[in-house]
């Protein structure tokens, strides 16, 4: 679902991070326990050992439920790191249960960085990213920081690449029919929803 004319990415951007908070608390939890559903049983989950994840923040669809679930199963869960220099870069650290964690500059939650549990992206098997639009060829529209196509970037010099997966969450509301794509966007392999897989 897009408008009828033509927005720019930020334009875009700001319509679907407008249509994501509008959703109340009570649809937000429902989305997460239905992207659990579509998420927990599938082969990409149930291979991995090594799990990316985020913490919501702004509307984003939560993975929290999925969080959970792969540190009761025994597998290594990672959040995304700020470095404090250079300011754009980030890294992904191991994550465990009840870990104590802090706001960094955009206010997410994160772990204090320590770089010994700290693994590379390449060698991660499943990466869940976060994103304000999606549409069905893998494009992914973020929140404009750059961060994960910044972390991602080296797949752009790989002919053949199978780690880690790339996943898109989202509410189903931030589907839209086509996403221009910059030189620089790192495409996902699928998008899931709470209600699909794209």
Known sequence: MTASAPLSRPQLRRVLRQRRRALSRSQQRTAARKLYRQLVQSPAFR???HIALYLPNDGEIDPRPLLAAAQKRGKRTYLPVLS???RTK???QRVTRHEKLAGNRFRILEPRPQPKRQRKVWALDLVLLPLVGFDDR???LGMGGGFYDRSLAYLH???NWHMPTLLGLA??????DELAMASWDVPLQA???DR???
Not at 171 to 176: F, G, I, L, P, S
């Open 138 to 140: 893998g494009g992914r």
């Open 90 to 92: 980030m890294v992904f």
């Open 47 to 49: 291979r991995a050992r």
């Open 171 to 176: 509410h189903e509301c931030q589907r839209v």
């Open 191 to 193: 998008t899931v929803t």
């Open 196 to 198: 699909a897989w794209y």
């Open 84 to 86: 404090a220099w250079p």
């Open 157 to 159: 010099r790989r002919k």
